[in-house]
């Protein structure tokens, strides 16, 4: 194909030469700490607002690769592409089939378009998604480029007071899905949302970390990276990738100054524990294929005959098991006031941050912890935090 030098130039001047609007999708309850990491990640982002469930910033395009190299708790990251006010079909349409979608999406791509309306006229959304999906259909057939469906690219439409607005996601699959962890387990917990509650449990990894009721060892595998500073998006694709403003050795040089920050440990400081042989297996597997030996050490145990595996005070992270997911219809007191007993008799001094899927469950637990609201895969959950 004979490279469109007129496109070139007007993705330079659209796309890469300007600052961008951008968007990340978090869970509600960890925005917070979405943003803090969303500021340390470089001097040319800002971070704009925060809302219920996500994060607005601004920066050039390489912000928004840096943010899905490395951000541990966003979901996602969208890029702000066109906001317009439309009450009808026909207005709608015609703005969609009038955006410069060539300088975003990959040549002749009709993206999956996602759409939610709120006090809009326009509220049938999927009549909404139709009627893009049509009119970016129509816009390649002006540029003489034949539409195909693409899976890979997500527009997010959102429709508010009649305000539309037009996202494209650039990260693909959700950013939980690091690529590390191939294993499956009862009720994991997603990847953003341990790395989310280790940073607001307030985990250090100079300090021992112990996981006591690991199951695939979702927080173990995620302070190993915080650890060994391995950017989270480092074994995976993103569907920016695919863009016609996407710079590959932009990408590679991003990716080999995050892989120059990788750290060897001098011993493990990670202890992952489980009673399921399965569960531990895997993580074991799990920790050898991707070298984090130097940060983890998994073991096959019981918690309640465990004792601290270091003199020195760290964080206990427990995600035990509980409610829908694993026990319908049960609210396991007694196993709670166990895990209570155990904390207040032999870690005496150590952070905890503990998930309790049941308000009433809380007086079974040491008294003086934090109660976090959280949301975890639809359901509420407080997350307990503070010292033993
Ligand atoms: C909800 S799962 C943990 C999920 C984990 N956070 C993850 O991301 O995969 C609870 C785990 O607690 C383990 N467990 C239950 N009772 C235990 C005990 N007494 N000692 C250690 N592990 C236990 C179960 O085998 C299960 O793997």
Partial sequence: MVPDDNLEKQIKRHVIGRRQSFYCTVAPGLEAVCARELSELSDSLHV???????????????????????????GRVLMRLDDFKATNFRQLAKRAAAFGWKRYLPRGAVPVC????????????????????????????????????????????????????????????????????????????????????????????????????????????????????VAPGALRTFAFMQWPAFRPRQWAFLKAAAAKERHTLASPLIFASDTD??????????????????????TCCDFFTRTPPSDT??????????GR????????HGFY???????????????VALLVPHPELITRLPAGLEPLRLIHGGLPLTLLVGVL
């Fill in 48 to 74: 704009d607002a925060i809302d219920r469930g996500g994060v607005s910033f601004s920066g050039r395009l390489e912000d928004l690769y840096r943010a899905n190299l490395h951000l541990r708790t966003a």
């Fill in 114 to 229: 996602k759409v939610s309306t709120h006090q809009s006229r326009l509220y049938h959304s999927e009549a909404v998604a139709a009627r893009i999906g049509q009119a970016i259909q129509a816009y390649w057939e002006t540029q003489d480029v034949v539409p195909a469906g693409a899976h890979d690219q997500t527009l997010y439409v959102r429709l508010d007071n009649d305000r539309v607005s037009l996202s494209l996601d650039s990260s693909g699959p959700n950013l939980y899905r690091r690529g590390f962890k191939t294993h499956a387990a009862a009720a994991p917990l997603r990847e953003t949302a341990a790395a989310a509650i280790l940073d607001l449990a307030g985990y250090d990894p100079r300090r021992p970390l112990l996981d006591p009721m690991c199951g695939a060892g979702t927080f173990s595998l995620e302070a190993a990276l915080i650890a060994k500073k």
């Fill in 277 to 298: 042989p399965e569960a531990v297996r895997h993580l074991s597997d799990c920790v050898q294929r991707h070298g984090l030996e130097d940060a983890i050490q998994v």
């Fill in 313 to 322: 005070a760290g964080l206990i992270v427990i995600n035990p098991p509980y």
């Fill in 325 to 332: 997911r694993l026990e319908p219809d049960s609210v396991p």
């Fill in 337 to 351: 006031s166990r895990i209570g007993t155990k904390l207040a008799t032999d870690f005496r001094g150590w952070q």
